[in-house]
T-cell receptor, first 115, second 113 residues
């Protein structure tokens, strides 16, 4: 069974600081997909990034970057130079290659950016 | 292009009643999935439909059912509502049945009194 753990519950940072969110996952599949979603107070889940298990290259997209390490089953996410608009709940999610698109979510990280 | 739409936005029901939630996917998307999000938790997978066929079911009782229509829109039905069914119900759509990014709608907030 797939499982996603996000250990930190609430993280507060001062504007312009960097914030890193940790995600650890469990899966028996060799092919799987990892995602980060953002949920602002409005409630809608907004897709941020996706990484396939066969591609461990880490990238930067604007102020977002991620660190995918299969050896430690981790998929960490960093927001650089945080802004107040980044205040939201961030979810890490895992999808296995098993014939459907089922997402297993972690419990989420509440990020509060203080101006 | 319009994103995923859901209706209604909010709903209040009493225990034992039945409710129907509706979802329209992004144009061209053939897969619709439903998730339940209880306050303070991550979303939990309920169903996935692709080309009108059920392709996945989460660990939810038979009181929960869904269907997908020829235009790929979908309905989620919950019978015999319990207080514990109070949650945000999220719909997501994707192009493909698997290995594809899902895009979520704004959700329907259901309150059961």
């Amino acid at each position: 069974a797939q499982k996603v753990t996000q250990a930190q519950t609430e993280i507060s940072v001062v504007e312009k600081e960097d914030v890193t969110l940790d995600c650890v996952y469990e899966t028996r599949d060799t092919t799987y997909y990892l995602f980060w979603y953002k949920q602002p107070p409005s409630g809608e889940l907004v897709f941020l990034i996706r990484r396939n298990s066969f591609d461990e290259q880490n990238e930067i997209s604007g102020r977002y970057s991620w660190n995918f390490q299969k050896s430690t089953s981790s998929f960490n996410f960093t927001i650089t130079a945080s802004q107040v608009v980044d205040s939201a709940v961030y979810f890490c999610a895992l999808s296995e290659n098993d014939g459907n698109n089922r997402l297993a979510f972690g419990k989420g990280n509440q990020v509060v950016v203080i101006p | 292009d319009a994103g995923v739409t859901q209706s209604p936005t909010h709903l209040i029901k009493t225990r034992g009643q039945q409710v129907t939630l509706r979802c329209s996917p992004i144009s061209g998307h053939k897969s619709v999935s439903w998730y339940q999000q209880v306050l303070g938790q991550g979303p939990q997978f309920i169903f996935q439909y692709y080309e009108k066929e059920e392709r996945g079911r989460g660990n939810f009782p038979d009181r929960f059912s869904a269907r997908q229509f020829p235009n790929y829109s979908s309905e989620l039905n919950v019978n015999a509502l319990l207080l514990g069914d109070s949650a945000l119900y999220l719909c997501a759509s994707s192009l493909e049945v698997e290995a594809d990014t899902q895009y979520f709608g704004p959700g329907t907030r259901l309150t059961v009194l």
